[in-house]
């Protein structure tokens, strides 16, 4: 920790509602600014969490809405697997059609 003095704080007008010392003092780790520029990442226009909430929470949101908001159909690790794996077909294949049309999607698929 890194420790910081000044008493540049006495003519504040907000200094009552800091500190009664006469002086003010900030206490700072010495690596903090690694932290700081951790903190700038993550909320940067280019965020994981950003970037993440536009790609994969709408269709996460969006088929647990075709599910009825309720649990699994089946039972098992295997079978649930098999049922998200469907949904996420389901999903995929609704919005290629709302992209490219049922023409489009057709042509696209070989054979």
């Not at 003519?11 to 951790?38: F, I, M, N, Q």
């Not at 609704?94 to 054979?111: N, Q």
Request: with cysteine.
């Amino acid at each position: 920790m890194r420790r910081y003095w000044t008493n540049a704080c006495k003519g504040c007008p907000l200094k009552d509602r800091c500190t009664t010392g006469y002086e003010r003092r900030v206490s700072r780790w010495e690596h903090e600014h690694l932290v700081e520029a951790s903190n700038a990442r993550r909320r940067g226009p280019a965020a994981p969490m950003r970037v993440r909430r536009s790609t994969v929470e709408h269709p996460f949101g969006t088929i647990k809405a075709w599910m009825g908001q309720s649990h699994f159909l089946t039972r098992g690790l295997k079978s649930v697997s098999t049922e998200m794996a469907l949904n996420v077909l389901a999903y995929n294949i609704k919005r290629m059609i709302s992209l490219m049309g049922i023409g489009g999607l057709m042509r696209a698929i070989p054979g």
